[in-house]
């Protein structure tokens, strides 16, 4: 079957990889003159479990405001009337319980660790060991009570 991708990032072309690997015809398209040209050029190129918190948690909203303020915050928004940012907004405001928080955090942790067993499937299948580095990047939450303390600050 013949298969057409469209992004050429680290998750278009992860993607084409295994389809190819599973006898698919792929073509990747993308809108710019190369792959890799958006979010995957400028990664600091980490799989770090320990540090997959959810960025939706009770500590963001404040964050949030500050920033409307001019304040430095991990996360800043430009507010707009566009519809789609209203939607997306209210979409994230929905997930800062603490309760959404951690089911968000849960899911993200098995996508890290998912991630890291892809990565190194590929990197072995391809022969790229001497460039993929296997250090673990943890930044440790031991409790759920530590993990409160780091969405509150
Ligand atoms: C500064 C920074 C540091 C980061 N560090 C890390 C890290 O250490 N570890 C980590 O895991 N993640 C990190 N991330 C996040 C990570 O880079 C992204 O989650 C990841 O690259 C997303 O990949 P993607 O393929 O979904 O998107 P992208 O890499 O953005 O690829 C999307 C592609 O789709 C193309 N495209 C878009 N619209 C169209 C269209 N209409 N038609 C055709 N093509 C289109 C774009 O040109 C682009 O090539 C970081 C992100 C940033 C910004």
């Keep these: 079957m013949r ?3 469209v992004g050429g990032g680290v998750v278009g072309v992860t993607t084409a990889y295994y389809l190819f690997k599973e006898g698919h015809e792929v073509v990747v ?4 003159t190369k792959v890799g040209a ?3 050029a400028v990664n600091a190129g980490l ?3 320990g540090h997959c918190f959810a960025w939706a948690s009770p500590a963001a909203p404040k964050m ?5 303020f001019g ?3 991990s996360i800043r928004v430009k507010p707009t009337l566009n519809p789609r940012f209203l939607w997306w907004g209210l979409q994230f405001m929905r997930e800062c319980t603490t309760e959404r928080a951690a089911i968000n955090t849960l899911a993200k942790m098995h ?4 991630s890291q067993t892809k990565l190194d499937e590929i990197a072995l299948a391809e022969g790229l060991t001497t460039k993929v580095s296997t250090k673990v990047c943890c930044t440790y939450i031991a409790t759920w009570q530590n993990l ?3 969405w509150a600050r």
């Design 64 to 68: 949030l405001v500050k920033s409307l």
């Design 71 to 73: 304040e430095k915050t």
């Design 3 to 5: 298969t057409i991708v």
């Design 111 to 114: 996508l890290c660790d998912y």
């Design 47 to 49: 799989i770090a479990p």
């Design 29 to 32: 398209v993308d809108k710019a």
């Design 38 to 40: 958006e979010a995957t």
């Design 148 to 150: 409160n303390l780091v």
